[in-house]
């Protein structure tokens, strides 16, 4: 007879696609060079179908593409350029986390430092983004 699985282990028959924290820092690069495009539809096209954006500069959760897009149409107005301050990344079987801080720097010369988080998932083709939360810095020096 048998012997039953654990509650709560599942055994894992994926096979795991292998990446680099190279790779996966160049994630955000993709993501930065498609907001210079200047076209929401461009930026949306890194999130998974399934994900949610928690912005910047907006308090609203953005579940759908359109309501990504309607997010990044306003902030895109605004010609933002993101760059790395400091980061972390995690890799997994399929996954992967960059965590960290970026600031946005706008073509009217200001910035915003804020903390981020993408998670990505290899859907079988590509990374997508799954989540992104993103966050204005709380304490001003």
Not at 38 to 55: C, F, M, Q, R, T
Not at 62 to 88: Q, W
Not at 125 to 138: D, E, F, L, Q, V
Request: net charge neutral; hydrophobic share 40%; with cysteine.
């Amino acid at each position: 007879m048998a012997a039953a699985a654990s509650p709560g282990v599942y055994a894992r028959s994926e096979v795991c696609h292998a990446t680099s924290e190279k790779e996966v820092a160049a994630l955000f690069d993709r993501w930065n060079a498609s907001l210079q495009s200047g076209d929401a539809k461009k930026v949306v096209e890194n999130y998974a179908a399934k994900s949610i954006l928690l912005p910047t500069v907006s308090n609203k959760p953005r579940l759908s593409a359109a309501e990504k897009e309607d997010y990044f149409e306003h902030f895109l107005a605004r010609k933002p350029v993101g760059a790395i301050d400091s980061r972390n990344i995690e890799i997994d079987c399929n996954t992967a986390i960059d965590a960290g801080l970026y600031t946005f720097s706008f073509a009217d010369g200001t910035a915003v430092h804020a903390r981020y988080t993408f998670t990505y998932k290899w859907d079988g083709k590509r990374w997508a983004i799954t989540s992104h939360h993103s966050s204005a810095m709380p304490e001003h020096n």
